[in-house]
């Protein structure tokens, strides 16, 4: 054991971590948080993640962490059934998708996306003449398009590449400063590599054109200019009538009205929408930021779905929300659970994966208004949840079930009762 990291002289500098194997590292790190040894060979079972991708996917690796990849059944998006891969921790969600999509099947969802565009910005300040510099910028469309597509020919040679061109003038509490957002088609790339290599390749000629300073060059994540879609139709007959339809309505206008319900409800949008981006490998903070920026670009936040009834007294839902995910690079391309997701979702383009993704959040919330306007969202739980808290109380094999079907008929499901209850079944 490394001396500096027993006792009273641990430490958290520790040279050359970086430099050692996984196991190398969680040697030290179990010494130094004195481990067990169950503990430390539990970390160092790297499950269906190779080692050396896991230590090439980021810095310092040790460890993975696994969470289920559950199926959601029933899907059909744009006429094509889909079965899709959802990595989540928390239960009901794979359910809840599943119960949505089955009430809907035969019209199932209709989707569109805006396009794969991403906007990368350079922070131009200090500039001496705002307004004329603008022009400038824009008047250099070309010069800009030409250092860009210059950064990346494969992308172009894909069809996708600089685009557009913006200059904003923004006033700030450190004063005025000039954002020009390069528009750029990432095609099947998530593109964030690409659109900062591009805003970190023309800074200096902004800096020039401007006669500012350039600071930041950096991807936008409220890509607003990538907006998946999906609609659909829930019959009245099918949704259990026009008393379930008001009040999933009277949900629906309580969280467009309101930002304390309306985070919790989308909240419950990405808990579909998260696990699908994370099955795929893609970037779920990226996705997140996106989604909660644009439910408040009206200047409250707000519900990132809408409801509506249809002429024949049906119930019509429908979501819009910023979708950068892609196909290659990254975790996409290596992780290979990522890769076999992609394959059981047979999606061959970003385009049909960001679609899929928005009509799943649709489903989610579906769900989600649906169970809190009626029976609540306690009973869906139950089942899974009972289960959880056995296994925390100790529980192992079939006193599992045993345990969580005595905690739900007693309709208390806690840790104590479920010791109580494991003590009385080991005592049997
Ligand atoms: C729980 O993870 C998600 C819900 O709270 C979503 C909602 O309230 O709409 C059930």
Redesign the pocket.
Known sequence: MNSTLSGRNRSSRIGGFHRKSPLERLDLVAAFADLDEAARSHLADMGNLPVPLADKLIENAIATMNVPIGIATNMKVDGEDVLVPMATE?SSVVAAVCNAARQNYDSGFTTSLSGTLMIAQVQAVDVPDPHAARLRLLERRDDIRAICDACDPVLVKLGGGFRDLEVRLLETRGGPMLITHLIVDTRDAMGANAVNTMAEKVAPQIAAWSGGRVYLRILSNLADRRLARAHAVWKLADIGGAEVRDGMLAAYHFAAADPYRAA??N??IM?GISAVVLATGNDTRAVEAGAHAYAARCGHYSSLTHYEVTREGDLSASIELPMAVGLIGGATRLHPTAQACLRILGVRTAERLARIIAAVGLAQNFS??KA?ATVG?QKGHMDLHAQNIAMMAGAVGDEVDAVAKALVAKGTVRVDVAEQVLNELRRA
């Open positions: 928390e919790t409800h909240k419950g808990n989600a208004l809190l969202i």
